[in-house]
């Protein structure tokens, strides 16, 4: 059935060239599949541009602050327009990164070793024995991500993109892995393989910064832990939809015992080559059929 649908993109982020991309990619397959389509590059008159189209669904192609925090969930909710991917309270606990940590740890799921402290600290040296990784409390797509390797005082990183307060986390050695869970379920492993060095913004989005294995080639010991813990940390937060986790593997240590989440994305990219849809593609989902679900799957709350 064919329906009116509303594609929120861009909006004030840092990751607003992202959004633009991702929402691109999903009114393209949408409008190809039928529906009335709008693509609203999202800003102040957002709940106007959303009134006047009166859409069945809100497609959130959104990232970042106020697309993946629970700021537009919360619009959509008072403007009772279902809407894909996790609701007001799983968006803003998954953007926080201290608080799902804590919610982890209630869960039993092992984070690495981590604390808030404020970023003037972090300057002096001493925030942690290195290597140790430094990120902002509420960001995505690693802006702002540092990789700290030497102790002393960090005078040569800017910080004009850091608030007061940080999260440091000890660096796990190893390997990046990342999980796609659909409705609950953990769909696969991707093994991410950068080709500069640290995983970090560049290496994500800059072509060639990073080469993907579909599905990870894993002891199947550590790619069930990583199944397993993607689905449960979705159950966690209380997401809906489509989520994605990331893991560091130290796999210098025996079993499942070095696999520790990073983080739980609720807004993940979806652009053809992105990781969500290639992981879909694994499993015989193409891109057009993985956002036909998203928005079936589309609701108000949880």
């Known amino acids: 059935m064919a329906k009116r649908i509303a594609v929120l993109m861009g909006g004030r982020s840092a990751e607003r060239e992202i959004s633009l991309i991702s929402g ?8 190809d599949a039928g529906h009335a389509v709008i693509t609203i590059d999202v800003g102040l008159g957002v709940a106007a541009d959303l009134a006047d189209f009166e859409p069945h669904v809100a497609f959130n192609a959104l990232h970042g602050r106020f697309g993946e925090d629970g700021c537009i969930q919360g619009l959509l909710e008072t403007l009772e327009i ?39 600290d972090v300057r002096k040296g001493g925030a942690m024995e290195p ?28 910080s004009d993109g850091f608030p007061d307060q940080v999260l440091v986390e000890r660096f796990i050695p190893g390997r990046e892995l990342t999980v796609a869970v659909m409705g609950g379920e953990a769909m696969g492993v991707t093994e991410i393989k950068p ?55 130290d796999d210098s240590q025996d079993g499942a015992d070095g696999v520790y989440l990073l983080e739980i994305n609720t807004q993940p990219g979806m652009t053809h080559t992105s990781l969500v849809p290639e992981i879909a593609a694994a499993k015989g989902m193409d891109f057009g059929s993985l956002v036909a679900w998203m928005v079936e799957d589309a609701g108000c709350q949880r």
């Open 195 to 249: 080709t500069v060095g640290f995983y970090d913004y560049q290496a994500k989005y800059a072509d060639g910064g990073s080469v993907h294995v579909v599905p990870a080639d894993l002891p199947a010991v550590v790619f069930n832990a990583c199944m397993g813990t993607a689905a449960l940390a979705h159950d966690q937060l209380g997401c809906r939809g489509v989520t994605r986790a990331d893991f560091r593997y």
């Open 131 to 158: 290597p140790y990784v430094v990120k902002p409390t509420n960001e995505g797509s690693s802006v702002g991500v540092v990789l700290v390797t030497d102790p002393g005082p960090l005078d040569d990183i800017e």
């Open 24 to 31: 691109a990619a999903v009114a393209e397959v949408l409008i």
């Open 82 to 120: 279902p809407y894909t991917h996790s609701g007001v309270l799983a968006s803003a606990l998954a953007m926080d990164k201290p608080t799902a940590r804590t919610l982890f740890a209630d869960a039993g799921i092992p984070c690495p070793e981590g604390r808030v402290v404020p970023w003037d």
